[in-house]
């Protein structure tokens, strides 16, 4: 069994801030960042130092020393990477003293994937093998497609959460994992047992992981429901939190732990994401992860 993040490569331009900025609203950042980012490159990174093989793709662009390098020293398989002479995606990303943040997107490469690159890159997985995405690329509804068709697990975080997601075929995903912002949006449910229903109610076939922050998280396939409290932690930086837990279920599902068990992992490793500065860099290695209790 293989897994492969099909998704995002961006620069982090990160700005640390007493407060996030309000309309019309001049600041001054207390520290700037350059940082490597993006939900994919996340999401390889928190699978890799689990110690799992794992293989990224997506479009590099112009100026991206710094996150080939980085995707090499944390062993991520950049071999089916694709690199254009074009502006690299990049993020804007406000963090205030609380550690919550605010984020915009310009997609850049991320936006240039092609339909014989998809193709490609897929003949190198086959039935059981697992593709991580997210919502930062373009062409996803071919990929699902033709992901669904090779019989692979799909694990989806719609984020973010836009009307690109309309045209996609969301009934093909295996598993998702969303906020209750993203639920709400895509049932138009608030409270989270009905956003774990009306997820199942729109996509049978799914397993939904509902991740409510410093509350915790539910799992729900339709038959077994599943609570994982938060740990208590004092938050300096949630930016990566998200594709940490992301990364850390995947690496459990993939070895065949229990959904209680998944939620474990991915909860331990994404409190030591949220204590640390950065997103990639903050990502726990999996000795540490289990170092806690």
Known sequence: ????????????????????????????????????????LNASIAIARTGEHVWLAGVMGSNAELLENTLKENNVDISLLDRQNIPN?????????????????YPGSNACITVEYVDR???????????????????QDYIMKKASEKGMVILMNPSPC???????????????????????????????????????????RSHVVLTLGSTGAWYYDGKDKVFCPARKVKAIDTVGAGDTYMGYFTYALSKGMTPEKCMDIATRASSITVQRLGAAASIPTLDEVNSLK
Do not use: C, W
Request: negative net charge; charged residues 25%.
């Open 1 to 40: 069994m293989k897994i492969l993040v099909f998704s995002s490569l961006n620069l982090d331009y990160d700005y640390h801030l007493d407060h996030i900025a309000r309309p019309k609203e001049t600041i001054v950042a207390d520290s700037f960042v350059l940082a490597a980012g993006g939900k994919g």
């Open 89 to 105: 995606g990049h993020a804007i990303i406000q963090i205030d003293n609380s550690g919550e943040n605010s984020i915009f997107i």
């Open 121 to 139: 890159v897929l003949s190198h997985f086959s039935e059981g093998d697992f593709i991580v995405m997210q919502n930062e690329i373009n062409l």
């Open 162 to 204: 836009n009307e690109k997601l309309n045209d996609q075929p969301l009934e093909l995903v295996d598993y998702f994992f969303i906020n209750e912002v993203e639920g709400e949006m895509l049932t138009g449910k608030s409270e989270p047992d009905d956003i774990l229903l009306g997820m199942k109610e729109k996509y049978p």
